[in-house]
């Protein structure tokens, strides 16, 4: 594999540990603010119109009050694929309900120039076996992967039944009638046997609470709202002509501004990127695939092959090969060799997380050097270096955003970890110095450490008027992830208390679609009305999850970000967060076992 612009790695023994923790303590410090997450603005009110769809347009039509065999809340992945699988196993009558205007979830919204999968689209991608479709790219872009989409929604008849531009206001079970009755904002009011909940964990776009934000008086918007009638080209790449001579803000520098600075560095008059804090950016080494070798490796089964080998690689599995080799799989070769390296005796708990912290170091500082290697300007380059555990924030790969501060057009603007101190009506400033813009675009994310409610709009209602919210209320239960007692009849879709496994979000999505396709063919055939997870089995799974480690992710000693809630204490609640206790590979060889048998041990069938 060639590496460009890659330094070779640090030896852990030239670093000095205590140094490199010192001055990560002092980084984190800096940033560590009493509001957390109230520091984020609301998208409401005055700031409403920044989640306008500015992609499709809202088409009116009758609200519906029928009964469906299945309703999906969201038309991301995990409604595609459980849409998708139940309809192999002869559940037809799927009806998706999508607050977009289109399916695709993630991929509907975020069409910023420069929008590409961070996981190789040979195990990104979910459904390629089964559609057909060769990804042209290692790591694909946005375009492709929405059409995919849409060719999913297709192929499976699942695009003709959904309900786009539509939020569920209310989820109730029925239990006189044993079935869910959805209500929506457009007055929809009907029913369904079965739900499932795939509304994603980063859906609701989110601003920084600048003081006066809504006294800018040019453009502005968010970049999962990318507004191309004022910047021109498109989400393949086309130049955003009508940028030519502007002055733009780019506010933000995680991994969405990592994939569009390069397009907006172009295209701009002049580029101001605010950063607070630098993302790690190491190599991506994107290549198209080459369709002869597709042919050759695409034999029946292979994406389930790929899919387990990436997750082998990397969460716990023992694959003598790595099919995928890329930088997901690379970081955890490299904690893996460090740790077998370790003498017999010192097979401990506390020399395993020395080796883990020598292992990171090594790679941050080869992504430190990385940017003096690329950037031209010292005083940039060393700005732009990470000052964390490279799992402290999202870890980001991209072969032309360091390159994009070597344009004379291009500035960056360092807060030093404080954040953009002001925006005016001509601007933006920090540290007392006004930077006039035409046009501010917010690459601030999406709100993840606030209430499930207020993310979804709508609090399910189970057994008895129990909410999920009140069942909840001292952290999440569930049986697997999926299933969760006194709600039946519903499927939760998504990675928590399951595989939890971030580095590849759609293979969760994936064995939860077969494990929910499998139960809702197996009640059918039984003529059970009702499926639900016992009280016992959810106990006894919450009791499993908590025996373990715990995340590897998410420490107070990290920079604050919403991997560690801002860096404040999330509380015990939080400590319901995890996955299953032997790792991503365990869960799915546990859970392909469990479906399998048929037996379905921990659900009633009633
Ligand atoms: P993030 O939340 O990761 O980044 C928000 C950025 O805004 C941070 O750099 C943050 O700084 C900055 N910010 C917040 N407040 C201020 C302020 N007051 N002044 C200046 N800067 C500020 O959002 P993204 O949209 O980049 O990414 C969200 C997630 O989406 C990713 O973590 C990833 O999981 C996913 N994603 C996946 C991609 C893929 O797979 N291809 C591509 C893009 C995103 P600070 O760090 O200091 O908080």
């Known amino acids: 594999m060639t590496v460009p612009d890659s330094p070779a790695p640090a030896p852990a023994a030239a670093i000095d540990k205590e140094a490199l923790r010192r001055k990560y303590r002092e980084e984190r410090d800096k940033r560590l603010r009493a509001d957390g997450n109230d520091q984020y603005l609301r998208l409401e009110g005055r700031l409403a119109h920044y989640l306008d769809d500015p992609y499709t347009p809202f088409v009116p039509r009758e609200p519906r009050t029928d009964h469906v065999g299945f309703a999906f809340i969201g038309g991301g992945f995990a409604g595609l694929v459980t849409g998708a699988r139940l309809v192999e196993a002869g559940i037809g009558d799927v009806r998706i309900v999508e607050k977009g205007g289109g399916l695709g979830g993630t991929w509907y919204w975020n069409r910023y120039p420069g929008a590409q999968c961070d996981t ?3 195990v990104y991608m979910p459904l390629l076996e089964e559609t057909g479709h060769r990804p042209s790219e290692k790591y694909t872009h946005g375009p492709e992967i929405l059409a995919h989409c849409e060719r999913i929604g297709r192929q499976y008849g699942l695009a003709g039944q959904a309900l786009f531009h539509t939020e569920v206001t209310g989820l109730a079970w029925d239990e006189a009638r044993a079935l869910w009755r959805i209500r929506t904002n457009r007055g929809d009011d009907f029913s369904a046997q079965f739900i499932g909940l795939g509304t994603g964990p980063l859906h609701v776009p989110k601003l920084p609470g600048i003081p006066g934000i809504a ?6 918007f968010h970049t999962s709202r990318w507004d191309y009638g004022y910047t021109g080209g498109d989400p393949l790449g086309a130049p955003m002509t009508k940028l ?8 933000g520098t995680g991994a969405t501004a ?5 397009h907006l560095a172009r295209d701009s008059g002049e580029l101001f990127v605010f950063q607070r804090t630098p993302s790690s950016v190491d190599v991506r080494d994107n ?3 080459d369709p002869a070798w597709f042919e050759r490796i695409a034999t029946p089964g292979w994406q389930q092959r790929w899919l387990e080998n990436f997750t082998d690689n990397q969460a716990g599995g023992s694959a003598s090969e790595d099919l995928v080799q890329d930088g997901w799989t690379d970081l955890a070769h490299r904690i893996r060799a460090k740790i077998r390296g370790l003498p017999r005796e010192q097979m401990t708990p506390q020399h395993m997380m020395a080796a883990f912290e020598d292992a990171d170091h090594e790679k941050m500082e080869q992504i430190r050097a990385r940017a003096d290697a690329i950037v031209r300007d010292p005083e940039t380059a060393r700005k732009l270096k990470a000052w964390y555990r490279q799992l402290c924030k999202r870890p980001c790969f991209h072969d032309e955003y360091l390159q994009a501060f070597n344009r004379p057009n291009t500035h960056l603007v360092d807060t030093d970890g404080k954040g953009v101190e002001r925006i005016t009506e001509r601007g933006v400033v920090v540290a007392g110095i006004e930077y006039p813009v035409d046009c501010i675009v917010y690459a601030s994310g999406f709100e993840v450490g606030t209430e499930y409610r207020r993310r979804a709009g709508f609090d399910l209602v189970g057994r008895g008027g129990e909410t999920l919210s009140d069942h909840w209320a001292q952290g999440m239960r569930s049986l697997h992830g999926i299933h969760v007692h006194g709600f039946p009849n519903a499927f939760f879709v998504q990675p928590t208390q399951g595989a939890n496994l971030i580095s590849n979000v759609p ?3 994936s064995e939860a679609a077969r494990t929910i396709a499998a139960i809702v063919r197996h009640a059918l055939d039984v003529n059970a009305r009702e499926v639900e997870a016992t009280r016992a089995a959810e106990d006894a799974w919450i009791a ?4 373990g480690a715990g995340m590897m992710i998410g420490s107070p000693d990290c920079t604050p970000g919403y991997y560690n809630n801002e860096g404040q204490d999330p509380g015990p609640r939080a400590k319901h967060n995890v996955g299953y206790p032997a790792g991503a590979s365990a869960y799915f060889r546990y859970l392909d076992d469990w479906r399998r048998s048929g037996r379905f041990d921990g659900l009633a069938f009633r």
């Open 244 to 251: 030519a001579g502007q002055r733009v803000a780019l506010i």
């Open 215 to 220: 006294t800018f008086r040019g453009h502005s």
């Open 507 to 509: 293979h969760n999505l």
């Open 120 to 122: 190789a689209a040979m």
């Open 287 to 289: 290549a198209p695939i």
């Open 258 to 262: 990592v994939q569009c600075v390069p």
């Open 544 to 547: 499993l999850l908590l025996s």
